[in-house]
């Protein structure tokens, strides 16, 4: 089948090369002329794992082009997809600029019928939004009698997995009113669901509430396992206990119970502020996500009052080692990454840093600067003289570290995990200072 994804960064470009890697024809599209450039040349904007390699086979192939003109896909394809970003507005709200900016692009160029497929996350009634724009495009061209559908295709996968969660999706949502579209949506999913029960057909606004709805669930779980680890540190219990307690219980399951310095990344923060507002857009008082924001703001606040109470308020002349920059493992994403705040919040109180990530160095360094902050090339460098290690990201290589070579590097033994990854008692008996989440 042949495809058009416009937007080729983390959803986009993974989208379109699985798509091309189970045989379809596939143009992604995107308005930065050098991402463009680059992919065509085999360069990958994005740290994801497999991806470089599957969009050079692919591209070799002739089953993925890259394109600055939208039109140029659309001519070919019967699908259209939408993935570019929508970043939070001022209030909160999710800024559909970019997505309706696609709309009428789609509405100028197409000579045919398309199918517009929505996988950017958008508030319910934007695919109304989508039609109109592009319909409004097609009046004025004097082309009103083209006909198009519009779905919403939400996207669930997680960057650092994304190509795996492609591939094999937990379920596939699509969001349509017309049934012989969604067979034909369908049709391109089969590939990657053989017997097809993870496809789930419904209306195109339960489509779109799903995406945030999911995205606010796990939000919070997260803030509440947060919320509990507070008052395990205040009664002398373990969170980590606690989360193997509750995590067996099938009803809740195990995932994303891990207590820490709260999310990141481009995805939660910003749905869960985006769900706010569409509650309040439609009458409601909402009472759960505003609390879950705020218990997420508060870890990174909680995790930098841990450090000043034991290295003092004023931090000019110390030294800290950052293992981790990257809101989380497998991915070089620095949106909103909870690294970025505590260090800030340390550096205005005059710390300084020897910071190693394995991938997002180039991007912490455009977020946080070079000022107090040294970029080191091995984890152990950090280390050097280091007063205190902070651990913000919860890499492989960081779970299993030499923990002599680490106290023979350091000036100070301090250690302060904002990820839960090492054992307290066997911290204490190393000989270190250890702070950590919900453990006391
Ligand atoms: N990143 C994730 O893990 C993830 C997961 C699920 C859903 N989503 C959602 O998918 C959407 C895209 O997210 P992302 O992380 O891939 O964003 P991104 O910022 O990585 O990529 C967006 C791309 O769209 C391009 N773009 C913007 N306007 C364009 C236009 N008019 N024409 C062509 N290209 C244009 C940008 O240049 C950029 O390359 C968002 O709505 C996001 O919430 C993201």
Redesign the pocket.
Known sequence: MKVTV???????LVTGTCFADMGNDVWC????EK?IENLKKGVIPIYEPGLEEMVKRNHEEGRLKFTVS?KEGLDESLFVYI????PPGEDGSADLQ?VL??AGEIGRSMERYVIVVN???VPVGTADRVRSVIAGELEKRGRGELEFDVVSNP?????GNAIEDFLRADRVIIGTDNVRTAELVKELYDPFQRKGEKILIMDIRSAELTKYAANAMLATRISFMNEVAALCEACGADIEKVREGIGSDSRIGRSFLYAGIGYGG??FP??VKAIIQTQKEYGFSPKILPAVEEINRGQRDRFIEKVVKEMGEDLTGKIFAVWGLAFKPQTDDMREAPSIDIIRGLKKRGARFQAFDPVAMNVAKAELGTDGIEYVSAYYDALKGADALLLLTEWHQFRRPDFDKMKSLMKGHVVFDGRNQYDPQKMRERGFLYYCIGRS
Not at 6 to 12: A, C, E, F, P, T
């Open positions: 416009v937007g080729s960064g983390y959803v986009g599209v995107d308005i930065d991402k939208l993935a570019v970003g929508t970019h900016a696609v996988k950017s996350t996207e669930f996968l997680k960057e481009s995805c910003k749905d």
